[in-house]
């Protein structure tokens, strides 16, 4: 057995419900999911399916109302266990207005390794790399807020890869893009070495990145395709009751 195994499961929600205050909806509704080491999960997802609220309760941004959370095999509740939980998986935000904040692209890159305990040395030649990798070098010095729409999604994701997650939760990261900047997007998730799960509405987009496709509606998630030609085994994604 490989000695890494028992630790290969990522992430592990039980029983999961959720609501806003003020509402008698649940927006996710008695969910459980197990997504492992190795997996890349697609999850096809309209509006208001309960997406990005998913995501946030993986990262400790929403507080469930009922179920258990165990990330990286810990169980996770308190602001310090999810503080833990931001340094080894990566959010990118469906609006990358919400992720981006300071005056120059190479400012943001930098604002998360600076946060790790790298030098402001280290940090700035980490967002160089980062945003090389990503095809944006030139951009150290450009405005953020002058950028493009796809322009602040790339950067968007630099500052997220610049941290060395683990793992990435992608939040319609192809939305409103252009099919140049779609294609280096694909090329880029496609090269790295890391587990995520990627929420899109574009099935073509979601069949180059990922090995299964989910569906998700109404706080729950369905089987949906699965492309038997990487499809990892420990793929395991239920809901409703066991």
Do not use: C, W
Not at 29 to 35: A, I, Q, Y
Not at 163 to 188: C, F, H, Q, Y
Request: aromatic content about 8%; charged content about 25%.
């Amino acid at each position: 057995m490989n000695p890494d195994d028992h630790n290969s499961l990522i992430i592990n929600l039980e029983g999961i419900f959720f609501k806003y205050p003020g509402t008698s909806e649940n927006v996710i509704d008695n969910l459980d999911l197990e997504f492992y080491r190795g997996d890349r999960i697609g999850l096809m997802a309209p509006n208001g399916s309960g997406k990005t609220s998913l995501f946030h309760i993986i990262m400790g941004l929403l507080k469930p109302d009922a179920g258990n959370i165990k990330i990286f095999g810990k169980p996770v509740s308190t602001e310090k266990d999810f503080e833990k939980v931001r340094l080894r998986i990566g959010l990118l935000f469906q609006d990358a207005d919400d992720q981006l904040f300071s005056p120059t692209v190479l400012e943001d890159v930098a604002f998360g390794p600076l946060n790790m305990g790298k030098t402001p040395d280290q940090a700035k030649k980490i967002a160089i790399d980062t945003l090389y990798e990503l095809g944006l070098d030139g951009f150290e010095h450009r405005i953020t807020y002058k950028l493009s729409g796809g322009e602040k999604r790339l950067v968007s994701l630099a500052t997220v890869l610049a941290m060395k997650p683990e793992v990435l939760l992608l939040d319609e990261p192809s939305n409103g893009l252009d099919e140049k900047t779609k294609a280096r997007l694909i090329d880029v998730l496609a090269n790295l070495d890391l587990s995520y799960i990627l929420i899109s509405h574009e099935s073509d987009f979601l069949y180059e990145l990922t090995d299964s496709i989910y569906t998700m509606e109404n706080g729950k998630i369905f089987p949906g395709e699965k492309k038997h030609r990487h499809l990892h085994t420990h793929t395991h994604i239920t809901h409703g009751p066991k």
